[in-house]
């Protein structure tokens, strides 16, 4: 789809992003229309650059916290897109650090 600093973004990040995101919202993944979720994930993979760049880091621990806090609010979707192999732990909290990214990096610029 594009690259960042010469790391390509692909359509399978795209897609992971989306599942993520169909946690917290109450939509159907194969009725959406894609497009409107490039921003969103250019927006992270943007602060993620920004992240890596400074040399900042996001705590693990808090991280693990809000998965978990996450996972008892919405746990059987998580199941759900787990056993059908849309998502991943790894990728529930890969897409945890960028919104903490995201956040951190928003909180501290204003």
């Excluded at 690259?3 to 946690?23: G, K, V």
């Excluded at 927006?43 to 760049?53: Q, W």
């Excluded at 059987?76 to 529930?92: A, H, P, R, S, V």
């Amino acid at each position: 789809m594009f690259a960042i600093n010469n790391n390509p973004i692909t359509t399978i990040d795209l897609i992971q992003r989306i599942n993520y995101l169909s946690i917290f919202n109450d939509f159907d993944i194969k009725n959406i229309n894609k497009n409107e979720y490039i921003d969103d994930l250019i927006s992270v993979k943007l602060f993620n650059e920004y992240i890596i760049r400074r040399n900042l880091k996001i705590e693990q621990k808090e991280i693990v916290s809000t998965f978990n806090l996450i996972f008892v609010n919405n746990k059987k979707k998580i199941e759900e897109l787990i056993k059908n192999k849309e998502l991943t732990k790894e990728i529930i909290l890969t897409n945890i650090r960028y919104d903490l990214q995201k956040k951190k990096t928003l909180e501290f610029l204003l």
